[in-house]
């Protein structure tokens, strides 16, 4: 087995080991993996290091193509000198009324040829949700003509202490820590590409106007039924904190990582 394949195979046994038991997902009613569209609006004012290696290199009147685009964080700071943002989304709530001036609904790598060719691919907090990643990374270069510059937190993005806090309180079931940065890296590595790369932090980014939507996240998120809300909210509300009228599951920095590379054909 070549070492692409063991940092490959890593990553998805780590990943793998995210899955929730069965015998708690049968008594979940709604998704405890989907993410409230709120969290993604981008109220983020200054320019991350992400944006920054991307405008580096984005032409004026150009396309820039975000995969995973959310409600297009990556991508809306670019445009302009950008004229045309086509974003890429598995989930539709997430490109309803969506920012971009193109939208694809589906799975990365398998709509890339959709979305055609861009001179900035932009990827911002997917990769954790990729268990194959050689071939989604592929795509991405594929589709850019000059840049890639992918975005994720340092640790897995579940791997909350709130989180790890609820499970615990709920279920008494230990969560997994990794993949992290280095994990990513080690399969970008391998594909054959040696992107740079940056750490950096920032504030929390997104959060929620009402307290109440947040514990009805980590209600979902623990697969526990709208009877069990009041129990969680006290669990909760030791935890969280309130900042510039937004409810945040934490006030620490977060801890990032962006890779980017230029393309050579
Ligand atoms: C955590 S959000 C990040 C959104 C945005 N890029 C940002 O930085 O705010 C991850 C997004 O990627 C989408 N996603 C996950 N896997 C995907 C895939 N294989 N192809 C396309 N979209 C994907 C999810 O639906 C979600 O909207």
Redesign the pocket.
Known sequence: MSRALDAAARWSDALASWAIPDWILAQAQEDPWA?PVAL?E?RQADLTPSHQRALEVVAAGSTVI?????????SLPLRPPAERIVA????PA?LENSPADVTIV????E?ANRAGRAGVVV????VY??ADLVP?IAALNQAATHRVVI?ITRSH?RNRPLEQILWRHFWNLDRPNGPGWQDALAVIRESGIEPNVELWESEQRGGFPNLEDLVSWMRRTVCLDRTREAEVRAVVTQHVAERDGLWRLSTEPRALATFWWDVSR
């Open positions: 993410l993604f981008n975000d995969v995973g685009a959310g409600r297009c964080a990556m890429v989304d598995s989930a997430m589906g799975r990365w790598p709509v990827c911002g907090h997917v949700n990729v989604f975005e993005p």
